[in-house]
C-alpha cells in the first residue's frame, strides 16, 4: 500500500471517528450535565449532611431512653405511621435516626435519646440527596428516564473510546503537546486545547463511573449482569426463604442495599433454624437486637431493619455504600429471627461474588463514601465533567455553520471503515439499548443526502 493510501485511509477513518464522536455526543451531553450536577449535589448530601438528611447532634451524656422507647416517640411523630428502619450511629453526640413509613409516604424522624424527644421530622422524599438520586437514576421519569440513562451511559464509552482515538497524537504533535493544553490560545482553539486535554484525564475515572451507573440500570444492569452476580440464598444453608428479596428494604427510589444482595431472598423467621445468637428466652426487640450488633462486631453506625410482616426478620447491617463505614470490605448483613433471636444469615464482604464486591468497592468510590479524600476528587471529578462537556458545546457552535447541525462531514465516497464497525457491534452486543441507539443513528446517517455527510478528499483537521 502507497504512502498516499494509508494517508488516505487514515484520514477516512478519522472522519469516520469523528463523526460518530460528535453522534455520541450529541446525545450524551445532558445526560453527562445533569448527572454531573446532581453529583455535586449527592455529595452535598452526604458530607455535608447524611443520605436521610441535616445531621442533629445531642448532648453527649445523661441518661438515655432504650431505643423501643426513641422508636415509639419516632412513629408517635407520624400518627398512623409504622416503624421500619433504625439508624444507630457511631457518635454518641448524634441522634437516632428512624424511618416511618406512613401511607407509602416514608417519613426521617430524628430522635434526641434523652427524654426521648423528637428533633425533626422530613418526608424522605424531601432531602437534598433522595432528590438528586432519583434525578441521577430515573430523570424522575421512572423506568422511562432509567433506559434513557442507560443508553447514555452505554454511548458515554462510545464517545470515551472515539475520544482517546482522535486524541493520540498525530501530523508530527508529540504527546507531551497533547498532555499540556496550551490555554493561551484563543476563541476555539482555546476551548479545543481544554476539551481534549481534560477528556484524556478523566476518561479513565469516567469509564468507571458510567460503567458502575451502567450495572444499577433496569436492562444491562438488573436482568443482565446483576442477575448473573447476586448472591446464592443457598449460602444461608440454614434458612427458610420469604418471596421477597432484599431489595425490599430499599427505601422508594433510593438504593440502599448492597448491588450483590438486591435480588436475593430474604430469610424468614418462624422456624427453629439458624445458629444461636439471642440467648435463649430473650425478648427480640430493637434493644436486644441493638445489643447483640455491638457486641458481634458492629463497632460504628449500623442500620436495623424492622420486620414488616409475621415472617420477617431483623436485619442489622454496615456498609460504605449507605455511608455506615469508610472501608467496603467490612460490609456485613445479619438477618435475626423474629421470634427465637436465630442468626439465620451472615453475610459478609467475602461471600460476594466478584462482580459484587467490584461494586461493593465502585458504588461506594462512585458516591464519595470513602472519607474526605473521595469527596474532593468527587467534586474536582464532577466539576471536570461539567467544563469538557459545555467546552464541547462551545467548539460545535463555534464551528456550526449558520441553520446547520454543523456535524463533521465524512471524505467524499467514503466507506465505512472496519474498526468502526467491529467498534459498533461489541457496543450492541454488550449493551443493547445502546446498541439501539447506535442503529437508530446508523440509519439516519444513511438516510442522509450525501451532500450532506460528504466532503471532498482533504487532510483531516487536527
Not at 460490609?331 to 451472615?346: C, E, F, K, M, P
Amino acid at each position: 500500500m502507497t504512502a498516499r493510501s494509508d494517508a488516505l485511509v487514515s484520514t477516512r477513518l478519522y472522519r469516520a471517528v469523528r463523526r460518530w464522536h460528535f453522534y455520541a455526543g450529541l446525545y450524551v451531553i445532558p445526560f453527562l450535565l445533569v448527572l454531573a450536577c446532581t453529583g455535586l449535589i449527592m455529595v452535598y448530601g452526604n458530607s455535608v449532611e447524611t443520605f436521610l438528611g441535616a445531621k442533629h447532634y445531642v448532648s453527649s451524656g445523661g441518661e438515655r431512653a432504650s431505643c423501643e422507647a426513641q422508636s415509639q416517640a419516632a412513629v408517635a411523630a407520624v400518627p398512623g405511621g409504622a416503624l421500619k428502619l433504625m439508624v444507630v450511629p457511631k457518635e454518641s453526640d448524634r441522634a437516632t435516626v428512624f424511618i416511618v413509613n406512613d401511607n407509602g409516604k416514608d417519613n426521617v424522624v430524628a430522635v434526641d435519646p434523652h427524654g426521648p424527644k423528637v428533633v425533626d421530622t422530613i418526608v424522605k422524599d424531601d432531602t437534598w440527596f433522595y432528590w438528586a438520586d432519583n434525578i441521577h437514576g430515573t430523570l424522575l421519569l421512572g423506568d422511562l428516564g432509567d433506559r434513557l440513562i442507560e443508553t447514555a451511559a452505554g454511548l458515554g464509552i462510545v464517545l470515551i473510546l472515539t475520544g482517546l482515538y482522535m486524541w493520540w497524537p498525530r501530523n508530527g504533535r508529540s504527546l507531551r503537546r497533547v498532555l499540556v493544553p496550551n490555554l493561551g490560545m484563543r476563541g476555539r482553539g482555546f476551548w479545543k486545547e481544554l476539551h481534549v486535554s481534560l477528556g484524556f484525564y478523566i476518561s479513565a475515572v469516567l469509564f468507571f463511573f458510567l460503567l458502575s451507573g451502567l450495572a444499577w440500570t433496569g436492562v444491562w444492569g438488573t436482568k443482565i449482569v446483576q442477575a448473573w452476580s447476586t448472591l446464592p440464598a443457598a449460602k444461608y444453608d440454614t434458612a427458610s426463604l420469604s418471596d421477597k428479596t432484599h431489595a425490599s428494604m430499599n427505601h422508594g427510589a433510593m438504593k440502599e442495599v448492597p448491588w450483590a444482595l438486591e435480588q436475593t431472598p430474604m430469610p424468614m423467621s418462624g422456624s427453629s433454624e439458624g445458629a444461636i445468637g439471642l440467648p435463649m428466652g430473650t425478648p427480640v426487640n430493637l434493644d436486644t437486637v441493638a445489643g447483640f450488633a455491638r457486641t458481634d462486631g458492629f463497632t460504628e453506625q449500623f442500620r436495623i431493619n424492622v420486620p414488616q410482616d409475621d415472617g420477617g426478620v431483623y436485619t442489622i447491617s454496615a456498609d460504605s455504600m449507605d455511608g455506615d463505614t469508610h472501608n467496603p470490605f467490612d460490609d456485613r448483613t445479619v438477618h435475626i429471627d423474629r421470634y427465637s433471636g436465630n442468626v439465620l444469615a451472615d453475610i459478609r464482604f467475602a461471600d460476594y461474588s466478584l462482580p459484587g464486591k467490584t461494586m461493593a468497592a465502585g458504588i461506594a468510590l462512585h458516591q464519595a463514601n470513602l472519607g474526605w479524600w473521595n469527596t474532593a476528587l468527587n467534586v474536582l471529578f464532577c466539576v471536570s465533567v461539567i467544563t469538557m462537556a459545555l467546552s464541547g458545546v462551545v467548539m460545535w457552535w463555534k464551528r456550526r455553520p449558520a441553520g446547520r447541525l454543523g456535524a463533521p462531514l465524512y471524505p467524499k465516497n467514503h466507506r465505512t471503515p472496519f474498526a468502526i464497525t467491529v467498534i459498533a457491534l461489541v457496543v450492541c452486543v454488550i449493551f443493547p439499548l445502546t446498541g439501539i441507539a447506535i442503529v437508530g443513528f446508523a440509519i439516519i446517517d444513511f438516510l442522509l443526502p450525501r451532500h450532506l455527510k460528504e466532503a471532498g478528499l482533504q487532510p483531516a483537521e487536527a
